[in-house]
């Protein structure tokens, strides 16, 4: 049985291009975020219980979620984010055990996820890695890459557990602090899965 690494970062931090650099590398990645946002499209009774509990218009005319309104009601009642959660992690949770039967065969898959401890998703992986970088790095990278606001920004960071609670339970840390160099460390960290089933 693969060995499961969850890497997981605050907004900013890179934890997606670490990811890929484990995806050249051979490693099965599921993206739990993408995955999320898939299923909640997709998956019928997920669709009911949003509809249930933010009326029909919380989907658009095509059948997707409107995720600025969602995020507009997120934002004016914070309990609203927990509702959606506790709606959407069982099934990606679901979805992730099909998808890792498929891969049984590897040394070991990854688990990515931006709320990995939040979710309680640590609890289904063996190890768990916190790419992390300095705030101020993490605001200016998802101010270029999204076109958005330092307030936009902090906004979501709230949503998030700081980088201290999260480095508090995370088996290994990856500084992406733009000093060091990412290619080394991860090719380690792959070498050790591969050959010992350990992050180091």
């Not at 890179?14 to 898939?38: Q, Y």
Request: proline share 2%; hydrophobic share 40%.
């Amino acid at each position: 049985m693969a060995v499961i690494l969850g890497i997981t970062g605050g907004i900013g931090s890179g934890k997606s291009t670490v990811c890929k650099m484990f995806e050249i590398l051979g490693a099965p990645v599921f993206n739990a975020d993408a995955v999320a946002r898939t299923l909640m499209n997709s998956n019928r009774k997920l669709k009911e219980s949003l509809q249930a509990l933010f009326g029909d218009e919380i989907y658009m005319s095509d059948g997707n979620l409107d995720r600025k309104k969602l995020a507009s009601i997120i934002f004016a009642h914070p309990d609203s984010l927990q509702q959606v959660n506790e709606l959407v992690h069982p099934v990606v949770r679901e979805e992730f055990y099909n998808w890792k039967d498929i891969y049984k065969q590897s040394a070991y898959v990854i688990h990515e996820a931006a709320i990995l401890f939040e979710s309680g998703f640590n609890r289904l992986v063996d190890f768990t890695l916190l790419v992390s970088a300095p705030e101020e790095q993490r605001i200016s990278r998802v101010m270029k890459r999204d076109g958005v606001s330092e307030e936009n920004v902090r906004e979501r960071m709230r949503n998030q557990w700081t980088e201290e609670k999260k480095a508090g339970m995370a088996d290994l840390i990856l500084d992406n602090d733009n000093r060091t160099l990412l290619i080394p460390k991860v090719l380690n960290i792959h070498n050790n899965l591969k050959d010992n089933g350990s992050i180091c």
